[in-house]
């Protein structure tokens, strides 16, 4: 015997049952989706209600780190997008995560850039990924790296990033085994005092 549920305007939430088979969720005596043996069907997508979620940007202009906290404990994927960042100094950018406070060792990996025929490239992530290599005062980051959950809170990563003031592209992986599930990330630079003094920073997560 399959059940309805109707959440209905006039008088609220209602159940009956009949024998297709089928649990039928409904809203004021419409269909929005239906349960079988063959699986859920969503009679219509709202794309207000989008499984990805957008952050706040923030305007990376100044202090030396930009936190984006209450990360919903299901989340899977986090995608950090940088337009025009820039610091004050030569410290190389990194992406930090954390359960319940930020994490500042225990990264693996590597990265690299490439400006006209000049390659460099760093192994030391150990206190963060970098998100790419050799960096200055002047340098411009424009770009986004993914943050994907592996499972047992090991979260692996990957970042592409462009130099908007001079030709060039960086792009590094890692992973990252966190204490628990993470609820927070860390844009913030190796030496923790240079300043950020352009650009904004917002965050996807699904």
Known sequence: MAVTLNASTSTGLVQSADTSGTIELQSNGTTKATVSSSGLAIGQYNPSASLVTSGTAVASTSGTSIDFTSIPSWVKRITIML???????????????????????????????????????????????????????????????????????????????????????????????ASGTIDRVRITNTNGTDTFDAGSINILYE
């Not at 490239?121 to 994907?148: E, H, I, K, P």
């Not at 130099?163 to 085994?177: E, V, Y």
């Open 83 to 177: 337009n025009g960042v820039s610091t004050n100094g030569t410290s190389n950018t990194i992406i930090q995560i954390g359960s319940g406070s930020v994490e500042t060792s225990g990264y693996v990996g590597s990265a690299c850039s490439v400006n006209g025929i000049q390659t460099g490239y760093s192994t030391n992530m150990s206190a963060g990924f970098l998100l790419a290599y050799d960096q200055s005062a002047a340098t411009v980051r424009s770009g986004a790296a993914v943050l994907t959950l592996v499972g047992s809170n090991i979260w692996t990563f990957t970042s592409m990033i462009g130099r908007t003031d001079a030709a060039g592209n960086g792009w590094a992986g890692g992973s990252k085994s």
